[in-house]
């Protein structure tokens, strides 16, 4: 495994300038640096909007691949020939039994549960970051991670020919251990929860110049969660809608999709609109929801202990951005607990066929408790975004969901089981109903 050995020069279609730090403004060369050398505020990639207005219209992006790079001149990366494994475009399904459920008239479920090649969201940030990784010498690539973005990073790095090394809390849910180990990276299954891999990581980077997607790449690759705001404005017929519902872990992707959102309007693909924007965490891990609740503009760490450990951390990097998202939009984050994020699970599965994670039933068991506190319209256009697949975190539903009925091989024997099927779903229905 070696370091970096080249920075290359960008490509005349390149759209990105520099890296700009979100406190003090200091801009920065577009190198893999994360933090500001001044005032040690993150850095972020900064674009030139004029010459990105130039190269885009809906035509020319729908014209374009059937992926996140349908938006590159949104992306920063200067090759023209990106890690392309068919990330993006996930459903934007209508949630037409969710929504009578819940009272709601128009809400609509962005399903990256599907996405590619690894089923969640990471996908999009990773493809990103492993592309810009390669325009910057990095041969060797890494992460530390909670589960998904493990996944992701190997799967990614195996397509693309890189080594692969990558970092998890060793108490993980063995379908995202094993969903990493069949690409063959290097694993290290740390003692400590995703904090504390966090802060050894930051170390191991500095130490052997690798490249860590969400930390020296970090810029990089947390612009990829932006193709989930420019999908629902595509699929909604180029407009936004009036208010989204998605989790929070670090607080990235939420204020993500907000600049995605943004980046439309100010380039002219869509009218401009406010959005509201809502956020869900696990009472278990919630410091972004108790910093909001309390109407501060700081975060206070905590030490995570909940079933959703994919959004499990406890002091999060983009908490006080997320928090000023949804207190300028006038929306609202708000936290669940275990047996509510199961609960959510089992609503989305039951009305709309979709198996989410325990990620994805916090944010519906959040949706639903904004919905009874009257703090969604029934008729506003609700995005709901469901990050990853109930198929990595099954050890959450044991014992929370029925048994199959063994019968024997002849016809009585499943009348009988039938029949006790039946009288079960009738006393299910009675104890909803009081």
């Known amino acids: 495994m070696t370091q970096a050995t080249h920075t290359p020069t960008l490509s005349t279609a390149a759209t990105f300038r520099a890296l700009k730090c979100k406190e003090c403004g200091e801009e920065y060369e577009l190198k893999a640096t994360h933090v500001c050398e001044f005032c040690f505020g993150p850095l972020e990639v900064a674009y030139d909007y004029s010459a990105i207005q130039r190269q885009v219209s809906r035509a020319s992006i729908q014209a374009g691949p059937n992926s996140i790079w349908r938006y590159r001149p949104f992306l920063p990366v200067a090759t023209d020939n990106p890690i392309d494994v068919g990330t993006g475009m996930t459903p934007l399904v209508q949630a037409n039994r969710l929504a009578r459920r819940l009272g709601l008239k128009k809400l609509y479920i962005k399903n990256d549960a599907v996405n590619m090649p690894t089923l969640s969201f990471k996908d999009r940030v990773v493809s990103v970051a492993l592309t810009r990784a390669r325009e910057l010498g990095f041969t060797t690539v890494s992460c530390a991670s909670t589960g998904n973005l493990a996944n992701s990073t190997a799967a990614i790095a195996a397509h693309a020919g890189l080594d692969c090394c990558v970092f ?3 108490d993980l849910e063995a379908g995202k251990v094993l969903g990493t180990l069949i690409y063959g990276p290097t694993v290290m299954a740390v003692q400590g929860n995703y904090d504390q891999v966090n802060r050894l990581c930051s170390e191991v980077a500095n130490t052997h110049g690798w490249g860590f997607v969400n930390i020296n790449l970090r810029p990089y690759y947390s612009e990829g969660s932006k193709t989930l705001g420019y999908e629902v404005a595509e699929q909604l017929g180029w407009e936004l809608p009036d208010h989204v519902v998605a989790p929070l872990a670090s607080g990235s992707l939420f204020t993500k999709i907000y600049k995605g959102f943004q980046e439309f309007v100010k380039v002219g693909l869509v009218d401009e609109k406010p959005v509201r924007f809502s956020g869900a ?3 278990g891990c919630s410091p972004i929801a108790q910093a909001f609740r309390e109407g501060r503009d700081f975060i206070s760490p905590v030490k995570p202990n ?12 983009d908490g006080v951005y997320a928090v ?3 207190k300028k939009t006038n929306g609202n984050i708000e936290s669940v607990n275990d047996t509510e994020i199961i609960e ?6 039951e009305t709309e066929g979709i198996f989410t994670e325990t990620a994805g039933g916090t944010t519906i068991a959040v949706l639903k408790k904004l919905v009874e506190a009257g703090k ?10 469901i990050t990853g697949n109930g198929l990595k975190t099954q050890e959450a539903l044991q ?17 009988r089981a039938l029949e006790r099927s039946r009288t079960l779903d009738r006393l299910e229905w009675q104890q909803v109903l009081v």
């Not at 969604?376 to 975004?385: A, C, F, G, Q, S």
């Open 306 to 317: 909940t079933i959703a450990k994919s959004i499990a951390i406890g002091n999060p990097a």
């Open 399 to 415: 014992g929370c969901i029925n048994e199959p009925l063994t019968i024997e091989p002849k016809l009585d024997s499943f009348e």
């Open 168 to 170: 998890i809390p060793s």
């Open 376 to 385: 969604i319209n029934p008729d506003e256009t609700t995005v709901v975004y």
């Open 281 to 283: 965490q696990a009472e």
């Open 344 to 349: 959510g699970i089992k609503l989305l599965a």
């Open 324 to 326: 000023d998202v949804a």
